[in-house]
């Protein structure tokens, strides 16, 4: 149900509790939940202990009636199921129905647009019962009318959604020559068995013999089938327009049927629709109020005969909605004579038990004629060319099975490794680089390596310096050697091997050139790793860029896998997301179509188009997943004022242009 119609029938059910409280008396209060500083305080309320016991006694069946019947704030609309029982109920332990000589001839007659007469029905309804007890009953009917009104509301707002839906499909069909070529075929056998039996009909219509002979019923077939030589010649081309061979012109007469054929059924479920629609719009329209300075019991009476009449009106499909409305605004405005409330409460129990399942069936009936065809119309020339391909098909199944088993056991391995080098992989060593797990972290060169090669030098150098050095070196020389190495200097190997380099073949055999040499290797390869060591910090301080990087692209891919699996089972994985755009870009075209076209210059729509205008909200309150979850809330608060028709059109007109300024990024 949508929000306004959510809203409007609990505030219905707080203005009855209200009016429950102020018109009852205070020793009512506690059976009903009601607050008793609210409940009026009455005569009855001195009586003594015995007499209130009695007198809640009568009326324990009335009140248990009335407290299944009202709706508590945040609770739901009472089922049609308990509506009925609780009703029985009522009418079972109801004086006036107990003693009505024939209850269901008068609900019969009486249509709720009598005249008022002179003699007023309901003078002899006071003197049948006590006062307290005739405001429960009256309670009892008004709640009952709220609950029909919800459900009826409910009722016609789910029926007219699909039925937009069957129109759309039309529309489709419509759109090009290739659907009326598809639909063609697909309602071929069914128009073919529809022609044998006007064919056979016809032929025993105009057998004039009791026994007739093989020859007189060859006589006659031939001439029906003379009459119905149009038709078969309609057929007959269409299965030759379907041929490879076939040209456009041959198409051309069996498509125009099919096209108006289409159109006729489309015609028919836009009638039903703005019949639903302007039967929405008026419940919606209708000033159904419970205020105890008016005689709000009269309302309970107009809007009980104004639903009876809605549901009337749209059970008779194919009636136009103009005279639709003008027998409501009839109903509604006619003066009526007052009724004892059993009899309101008997056709409340007619509508719900009889008038609301007829009306159900009608609208079934429509739709299964003028409707989309079934899954079976639709599919079975798939089927058939399945079966007849299945034996091929097989075969080479059968043929290839090893390859597909092959196939298969390939494809849930791959599966099963893209997980787990993928997503699990990577996952594990995002956690283990932030909690610094030393056997997770990325390093090119061993954490020892350097030392043990720059020890290395610094040993081969100082050595060399003290081979060098006639008189030895002192420790403190030693140490600034070492030091110097550390830092990179090695002059002391450097001034050698210039003077070496003077006569390199004597001092290669003989002198300190192939030294010098080597611990310039060594030195070389210090400086490497050095620089491989400088590298080595640099990933690891991106080491977590690194991992979130390596797990992005499967986890995208995991992403949208769950959630295409997820729109799969909720029943939107065979519509894709630009088609839910489109929806919505549609849905609110039509709206500002009907805002801006329809209304004019007036203030307020029509009772079809505010009914057409509450079911084209309630498609885009369905499509709300196009929209970023924390913009939701504010989108639900739009369609709320976009539905609301007490704003005007202006105000809905506006409402139209923000929902597109702000929303319309998300549509492209």
Known sequence: MCTVVDARIHALSSDLELLASTTLPSLYAPRLGLTSANASSTALDELSTSEADDLLDATEPLLVALNQLLIRPGGSLPSVKTLESTLRAYLIHSSDAKHAKSGKEEVRTYSGSGELDDEDPWDGYEDSSSDCTKQVEWLIVAAGAVVLYGRLLDVLLNQTLPLSEDIFYWDNVLSGPSGLVVYSIQTAPFRFVSLAQEIFTDARQRMTAQRPSLSDWITTLRASVHRHRISIRRLSVLTRAVAPTAVFKRAMSPLSTVYKDVQTKQQQLRQLRDAQAAALGLLVGESLHFRHDTDWRRTVERVVDVMQAIVSGVSESGSQVDNFEAKVFSVSSSRRSRRPPYLVAQKILAMTSDALPAQSKSLAAVVRRAGKPSALTRYWPICVCTLAFSGTLGQILFNRRAS???????????????????????????????????????????????????????????????????????????????????????????????????????????????????IQVQKTKVDVEVAITGIDRLLKSQELVFGVVAALPSSIACYFAVGWVRRLYSGKGMKSRADRKATVVRTLGNVERMLTVRSGEGEWLSYRDEGLVLCEVHILRNSADVIPRELRADWARDLGDLEDIKLGVHRQRDTVERIWRVYGRFFE
Do not use: C
Request: avoid cysteine; glycine fraction near 6%.
């Open 404 to 518: 597909i088993a092959q196939w298969l056991a390939d494809a849930s391995t791959t599966a099963l490794d893209f997980w787990n080098n993928w997503v699990v992989e990577p996952a594990k060593n995002i956690i283990s680089t932030i909690r610094h797990d030393d056997s997770a972290q990325v390093a090119i060169v061993g954490r020892k390596s350097l030392q043990a090669d720059m020890q290395s030098l610094e040993r081969m150098v100082v050595d060399f310096a003290v081979d060098s050095t006639e008189s030895g070196l002192s420790p403190g020389e030693i140490e600034a050697v070492r030091a110097g190495v550390r830092e990179g200097d090695v002059s002391a190997v450097l001034r050698v091997y210039e003077q070496e380099l003077k006569a390199p073949l004597k001092n290669a055999v003989r002198g300190e050139l192939i030294r010098t040499l080597l």
